[in-house]
């Protein structure tokens, strides 16, 4: 065997070492910020639920009016969720996530200012135009510092930080209304309020120091590693045109992916609001307790999508992995209505929702760069889009849920229906989806 054959194994192996050591060190330098920015978004979209018990009292809200609250606020994240990213598109993903979490923080923490139905509507709508473009905006921001074949894990990383804003946010949220309750004359659901929304600005303040909008901005990084980092990511874009919005939005499948992100989130938010609710209704009354209860799933959640993450990129695959996901989470769906009045069991088929609708969501998430990579100010909006039809089944769920609630007494109907609609998500994402996203990820 000739020396340059020998050389040419050697380099191959070598650049991989170098390009794995590198993405290591970008993860480590942004991901554990962005990953706490995250918890926070995530908490101030489940603290709700936890507050659900001493709000509705307070204000004599029906759960029909909950469900309503509940869903402004994503009415209010789906009319500004868009122009939000093409405007963090224009001044750059530092700025702009740092003016969101900052707004959101104090917009959440006004809710200790409630006294009537219509002020927790507006509210409610407000915070959620606040939030408008930071999920789809840290997406986008991480396409822009890791390589296609490394997006599973990172993105993983990413919204692992959801299942422990559940795994700690439940416990911590019981604990706040029992103990909390009373303290400066303020009800437990205003501490919580307060308490999630308060950090937020200092976050947003740390945003703007630590974080950087381009590679070529990272003093922390080599000459070297800077073109090595960029090449990789180059390397796998799989189109330069659709510079704009409109562009990618006649991407085939694109809106397929918005639909399909719908019935994901549809399931995801019918286990955000409603899981204490079902777990007291189970015969549960200590919101202490309700709050342990409530963090089995997140923990469930946090395992399967650290291991699918890693087999999504081991293998490439990543359709049937979210496909899988989804109709796992479609039998928890169907198992928490059949065993609505037995507590055990109930936590069984939630941790099965957990397991398969929390995990599917970072997967999910690996699909819309493979069709809007190097799109521009499209990839920006794209994502936005993608997110902002999946956010409508953030509309959709709570107010029906709380509707089917009123109606007939039970949220069984509802599971069911919730059930249906993961199914679908799932038959779509093995059949309905064009070539493009049937093809593996490669190194």
Do not use: E, H
């Given at each position: 065997m000739s020396l340059n054959t020998l050389e040419a194994g050697v380099r191959p192996a070598a650049e991989h070492d170098a390009e794995k050591a590198l993405v290591?060190?970008?993860?480590?330098?942004?991901?554990?910020?962005?990953?706490?920015?995250?918890?926070?978004?995530?908490?101030?979209?489940?603290?709700?639920?936890?507050?659900k018990f001493q709000l509705q009292a307070d204000l004599s809200l029906s759960d029909t009016a909950y469900g309503l609250g509940a869903g402004l606020f994503v009415v209010g994240y789906v009319i500004f969720e868009v122009p939000s990213n093409m405007m963090l598109y224009k001044v750059g993903a530092r700025r702009w996530i740092a003016r969101i979490m900052m707004s959101w923080g104090l917009a959440t923490a006004a809710m200790v200012f409630v006294t009537a139905e219509w002020q927790f509507y507006g509210l409610r709508f407000i915070i959620g135009a606040m939030e408008a473009g930071f999920a789809p905006g840290v997406l986008y921001y991480l396409t822009l510092w890791f390589p296609q074949h490394y997006r599973g894990r990172i993105t993983s990383m990413l919204f692992l930080a959801s299942a422990f804003a559940g795994l700690v946010g439940a416990p911590f949220s019981g604990l706040v209304l029992e103990h909390l309750d009373g303290v400066l004359q303020m009800r437990g659901w205003h501490w919580l309020f307060l308490l999630g929304g308060l950090p937020c600005v200092g976050l947003g303040f740390l945003v703007l120091k630590l974080l950087k909008d381009r590679i070529e901005d990272a003093h922390w990084l080599t000459s070297a590693e800077k073109t090595l980092l960029a090449s990789r990511i180059a390397v796998h874009e799989p189109h330069k045109s659709?510079?704009?919005?409109?562009?990618?939005?006649?991407?085939?499948?694109?809106?397929?992916?918005?639909?399909?992100?719908?019935?994901?989130?549809?399931?995801?938010?019918?286990?955000?609001?409603?899981?204490?609710?079902?777990?007291?209704?189970?015969?549960?009354?200590?919101?202490?307790?309700?709050?342990?209860?409530?963090?089995?799933?997140?923990?469930?959640?946090?395992?399967?999508?650290?291991?699918?993450?890693r087999l999504s990129d081991a293998t490439g695959e990543r359709r049937k992995f979210v496909s899988g996901l989804?109709?796992?989470?479609?039998?928890?769906?169907?198992?928490?209505?059949?065993?609505a009045d037995h507590t055990t069991f109930l936590i069984v088929a939630l941790s099965l929702l957990g397991a398969g609708i929390i995990a599917s969501i970072p997967t999910f998430w690996t699909l819309p760069p493979k069709l809007l990579a190097g799109a521009g100010a499209g990839a920006a909006g794209g994502i936005a889009v993608i997110n902002?039809?999946?956010?409508?089944?953030?509309?959709?769920?709570?107010?029906?849920?709380?509707?089917?609630?009123?109606?007939?007494?039970?949220?069984?109907?509802?599971?069911?229906?919730?059930?249906?609609?993961?199914?679908?998500?799932?038959?779509?994402?093995?059949?309905?989806?064009?070539?493009?996203l049937r093809t593996l990820d490669k190194h």
């Open positions: 290591s060190k970008v993860a480590w330098r942004l991901m554990p910020l962005i990953m706490v920015c995250y918890l926070f978004a995530f908490f101030d979209r489940i603290n709700i639920s936890f507050a659709g510079g704009s919005l409109l562009a990618a939005l006649r991407i085939p499948g694109f809106l397929m992916l918005g639909f399909i992100y719908f019935l994901i989130q549809v399931a995801s938010y019918g286990l955000n609001f409603w899981a204490p609710q079902l777990i007291r209704s189970a015969g549960t009354q200590s919101p202490v307790m309700i709050g342990l209860l409530t963090a089995i799933p997140y923990v469930c959640g946090a395992i399967s999508m650290v291991v699918i993450g989804v109709a796992l989470g479609a039998v928890g769906f169907f198992c928490a209505g059949i065993f902002t039809l999946g956010q409508f089944g953030g509309i959709v769920s709570p107010v029906m849920v709380g509707r089917i609630k009123d109606l007939t007494g039970s949220t069984t109907p509802a599971l069911y229906v919730i059930g249906v609609c993961a199914l679908l998500a799932a038959a779509l994402l093995l059949w309905g989806l064009p070539q493009k």
